[in-house]
T-cell receptor, first 111, second 114 residues
């Protein structure tokens, strides 16, 4: 069966520090992968998606970037965090049918 | 521009009664709709879905209704249970958009009182 792993679960980072969040998927090949963010009290905003290795599409201009170095690995990064980057970050893989399968999320607090 | 809207940010219901969650959309290219349930500090989990060629889909206590002419869908939970207390997101897929992306609403927080 397919599983998705996301880490770390929580992260507290100072403003201006770098960020790296990792997501890996097991049990499937060539998945569509997604990074979403849920800001406090808000809905789920799509940040990036990838349909294959090295293919990244950005949905909103921001301080973040994404990379897909391997088929089942998706990384969210920032060179310098802003206070506004705080939120709950979710990785997902998906296709048709039941939509996405989400990871357990990372709570990022920028201080 | 919010293409998927959940206008009720919260809902409180007595255990055993019906919970009705509503969702409106604007994009006529949406062809598939889903509901997700989310507990705090966890990722959303899939609940139920419906294709645009149908107007109703039922799975146990959960039923989703789709009114394409009104661009409106709703989720009915009957009977509501305390474990249903969570945030519910509706989502929609634009079949013409690349990447099989889902657009999510802002969520409705449901509290089921014992």
């Amino acid at each position: 069966s397919q599983t998705i792993h996301q880490w770390p679960a929580t992260l507290v980072q100072p403003v201006g520090s770098p960020l790296s969040l990792e997501c890996t998927v097991e049990g499937t090949s060539n998945p569509n992968l997604y990074w979403y963010r849920q800001a406090a009290g808000r809905g789920l905003q799509l940040l990036f998606y990838s349909v294959g290795i090295g293919q990244i599409s950005s949905e909103v201009p921001q301080n973040l970037s994404a990379s897909r170095p391997q088929d089942r690995q998706f990384i969210l990064s920032s060179k310098k965090l802003l206070l506004s980057d705080s939120g709950f970050y979710l990785c997902a893989w998906g296709g048709f049918g039941s939509g996405y399968t989400f990871g357990s999320g990372t709570r990022l607090t920028v201080v | 521009d919010q293409q998927v809207k959940q206008n009720s940010p919260s809902l409180s219901v007595q255990e055993g009664r019906i919970s009705i969650l509503n969702c409106d959309y604007t994009n006529s290219m949406f062809d598939y709709f889903l509901w997700y349930k989310k507990y705090p500090a966890e990722g959303p989990t899939f609940l139920i879905s419906i294709s645009s060629i149908k107007d109703k889909n039922e799975d146990g206590r959960f039923t989703v209704f789709l009114n394409k002419s009104a661009k409106h869908l709703s989720l009915h939970i009957v009977p509501s249970q305390p474990g249903d207390s969570a945030v519910y997101f509706c989502a929609a897929r634009d079949f013409k958009a690349a990447g099989n992306k889902l657009t999510f609403g802002g969520g409705t927080r449901v509290l089921v009182k014992p």
